[in-house]
């Protein structure tokens, strides 16, 4: 009973409890976690919902502005007035509909007929050509039939004449009905279209209002094809959604800097998109940051860390979900950070000026020397070869230039290694050892023991150049050389086109302005300066203080043959006489540094073999034979870490040392250690990387150029930039030019020429030629041939002149190059074309003659003629006409004649021909066309177009001659 | 930053004014105009003319004394250079001459050394000489002309349309060397062999009387006109 009893309690109190209120509580979390869901999924998940909206009411007040100004047009008097005479036209017309009707039928008939005759005429003229065509058969072969023929033919010509008259009827007819119409008509039509106007207006931007308003809010992807290699190694396509918020980024109209972002259009949506259609490029493959991302943190991040750094005024924020993004956005200048990936091959990228300057920056600097990158493996050892050094300057010259190179030459790139005067001294020791007696001192002819192993045997040298040994050493006795005479010489041969030369600081720009270069010296003695451009006046080194740094004798020798003292030297043969090279060393000598001091018993010392050997394991710790070659260093490598993926290098990888102070970025890492490359230093971790003495502009420069090295080139082979040939020929042309700085003396491309500021301006004729500057293209003036020719071998062309082209031993394919560049640039077919050979003909040469003879225009008044030199000064000379042959484009002559000045503003060579009756009346028949084309015959006619293959014999110049 | 824009477009605006007000002379008639006349002195010894031997056609070139800078013995007075009122706004009209300016080109030398003409004037370059010539003009407001002059070539007409002072040389005879001087109004008068020269009809009142020479640069003075009166001044250049 018991039992039953609790059996029976139970099951009441289970049946009578109620779980509704735990019912309710859970059905209410449920409700409130469904809500919260539809919330998250509709609100908080998706901020981008809300600049979409922002943009839509945005864009439709503008429309609906847009509407009620269209609209208020309908009320003006213009309007109406229009309205007026528009149902006046139309009430005119309607009465004249009938005879509208008419002439609309009569004007289909008259065509018809026009048309039919036009037609008859038509083939009978065919018939005639066929006709024409038996006929002058049977002239030729002297047919029998051949009158019989042109009976024929002129039978059906007359038919043709004939039904002429008929056609110029049918057509003045068709013309008449035509011009009917027109009349009843009236402006009816104009009237309408002017109507028309007022109302599409409107119709268009009540259809945008719809639009906008029919817009559904979505993301927006874009499918950037094969952009991501995975790490199976194939290419997969990525999604894009950054104009799911940035809606008018491709949109014209949204350029305001008043519209809030992120609807602007892009700022360079012209000169971009075009070019990079953003529905394949998509965006990060330019500006970084994370594309599939849908809120501002995730998207951006990264970049804004930098900026908070940079700029003080923001705070810090980093957020947690992105802080390890390894490709964060990038903005403002550093955009152009992104282009190298698919521009390595075009290294003066004009459209990059930040990321150019870097790239220059780094190369000029020999950063490839220490550290390997990708595509720098070859690239040359900026520093001069130091295999014979040990002749060229003292001990104690060595001394104080390693020490710090810019108390000597304040805009060196060499940098400062920061050494003790102890460790100095060995490395001095080691490399006065290993060179000295290498270029000097042995005698005339006689072979030196590294001849057949250094820089000349490994195939560098010019075969066009005097050998090695060939060079006197011994110089001559009874010459005494002269300063003066060697000033002169340096002033106006063309060294003042790279070098400076004995102006202290007062150095010319381009525009002839002095720059007086302030170098700011910093708490570690380290003297900054802005390293200038490798380029123009500043691309050799500056010489003044030579005369302390090296010897007579090892002038002299440079200046005959600089390949002779090092074998990739850019410094090109001036093909200087003994004297004058003589004259130049003793100029250069009188150039002193005030700063030069004795070491006591250096010499002594630097014998030392203990020390020798000290200094060898100093230049293998610190990696000299990355700019420099050094005998017994040959066989070494980069002492520096690889670069070629800095840019993606994760923070956790850098070490900053004792430096607590700076902020964990990538980009504070990279701009201190490049202004102060041993902060990172600690007690176990020594440094090694010299101080450039950079100031702030370069190196954020290179930082950014070094931000640009990730290795993504691999990632997206579809997307790098592949030139065409013309493109390719520029990219290559204005390297080399760059490279031998053809623009320290050349105009080329309407730049350089800084050499031209040592010229009065009477006196620029006197000046190294334009090659391309306004309307002068050297490709369009000179023949190939005639230019691959000189370029390998320079004849004076104006002998007189005394600076002089020199022989720079371009290799055939710099050569080809350099002219493909100037064909490109005179917008010549490319690669080559051979101009079309004018036909000479007897009567024009001699009508030509006559014109240049000094009856009439005189021209060897100016021009050489053969050996006979013209009268006057040589200021007022011209080139010899004979050359022209074999030299300049035939029809560049005729556009020279026609317009000097035109092509050449300034030119002393007159306009001949400056209107109709210019010419003499007793040649030609006073036609002026016809005398500039005889001229050009005449002087075509004078010279010969050398055949056969270029000569390599080293030219000489009139002095040595 | 707003008050450096001001200052600027103020700068600009005075610029321009004064640069339309200097070209903007306006003719009227004068009734009871003064006159000027003048000397133009050289400050220390007459220097001597040295010759130009020519280099070439010397058939026809002829060694001459260089015009460049010429001082009377006697009276010390400088030849060929220009007197002129720099700031007139309004006088006598400019009148264009009834026949073309001559400039010749005799014995590789211009005749004259300097010519004086009114802007929009046709000059009619003579080539008495019947060699070639070129006649190459430096000049800036007017486009530089290059254009030879060969023997059979007897007269070259150039209109030149802006005042300013141009150069003239021959590029293939390098010694000759000519200035043309274009007018915006008629006050401007070259000094003769003594050095003198007469600005005639001047309305009264003051002006900066300019004096231009090739070689010793410009100098110039206040100068008052009276109605109907002679004003007489002496000017004084010396080197540069």
Known sequence: MAEKDQEKIFIEAVERKSYGHIYFIITLIGLAMTLWAFWDEVITRRPWKKYQKEFNRFELARAEAELKQAQAKLNTPEYKELEKKLAEAEKDFNSRKGSYRDALRRLKEAKIKLFEVSQEQQFLKSEADEAFYWYSKALHENDKDVLIRKHELDKLEAKVKEMQPEIDKRQSEVAAIEKEIEGIKGNLENLQAEKRKYTTDIEQIRRKIEGIKARPIEIKQIVVEKSLLTNFGNHVDRAERCMTCHVAIDRVGFEDADIPQPFRTHPKRQEIFGRHPIERFGCTLCHAGQGAALTVEQAHNGEQQVKAVHDKDRPIKINHNTEFWSRPLFLGENVQIGCRKCHEIDRGLEEAPRLTQGRRNFEELGCHGCHLVKGYENYPKVGPDLTRVGDKVTADWMFQWIKNPRTFRVETRMPNFLLSDENVEAIVAYLMNVTRGKYLAQAPGQKTENEGTGGQGNGSFSPSLPSYSAVPVALSKNYQPSPERGKELVQSIGCLGCHVIGEGTEVKDEQGNPIKIVPQVDDNGVIRVSVPRKTGRKFGPDLSGIGSKTNFQWLVRWLKDPKSYDPKTPMPNFRLSDEQAQDIAAYLMTLKWDGESKILGLEEKIKDPALIEKGAKLIRNYGCFGCHTIPGMEKEQRIGAELTTFGNKWIAQMSFGNATHIPETWWDWTINKLRNPRIYATEREILRMPNFGLLDEDIKAIAMFLKSLTGEEREIPDYIYKPDPIKMALIQGRELVRQYNCIGCHIIENKGGAIRAFYKPQELNMAPPLLEAGELHEGEKVRHDWLSNFLKNPVPIRPWLKVRMPTFGFSDEEVATLVSYFSVLAKKRFPYELPKEPFLLPNMIQAGARLASSDYLNCFNCHQQGDKKPEGPPEGWAPDLAMATGRLNPDWIVKWIKDPQKIQPGTKMPMFFPDENSGPDDILEGNEEQQILALRDYVLSLGSIPTGKISLAPVKSPEEK | ?240
């Open chain 2, 1 to 240: 930053m707003t008050k450096l824009f001001t200052f600027l477009f103020t700068l600009i605006g005075l610029i321009s004014f004064l640069g339309t007000s200097a070209w903007a002379y306006e003719a009227i008639e004068v009734t009871n105009g003064g006159t000027i006349t003048g000397t133009v002195k050289f400050a220390g010894e007459p220097p001597e003319r040295p010759m130009i031997e020519p280099s070439k056609d010397k058939e026809v070139c002829k060694p001459h004394p260089a015009s460049n800078l010429i001082v009377s013995k006697e009276t010390k007075g400088i030849q060929y250079a220009v007197a002129y009122l720099a700031d007139i706004q309004k006088g006598k009209p400019q009148e264009k001459p009834a026949e073309n300016p001559k400039f010749d080109q005799k014995g590789c030398e211009y005749l004259p050394h300097v010519l004086i003409f009114p802007a929009g004037s046709t000059v009619d370059i003579l080539n008495s000489d019947g060699i070639l010539h070129n006649v190459h003009t430096f000049s800036q407001a007017n486009p530089p002309i290059n254009k030879a002059q060969p023997k059979f070539k007897k007269v070259l007409q150039e209109k030149v349309e802006y005042p300013e002072v141009i150069n003239v040389k021959c590029d293939v005879h390098t010694w000759m060397n000519a200035y043309w001087v274009v007018t915006g109004h008629p006050y401007y008068a070259a000094t003769d062999e003594n050095g003198n020269f007469k600005l005639e009809n001047v309305p009264p009142g003051n002006y900066k009387l300019g004096v231009w020479h090739e070689t010793l640069g410009t100098v110039t003075q206040d100068v008052v006109v009276k109605e109907k009166e002679e004003t007489k001044v002496n000017v004084e250049m010396a080197p540069k």
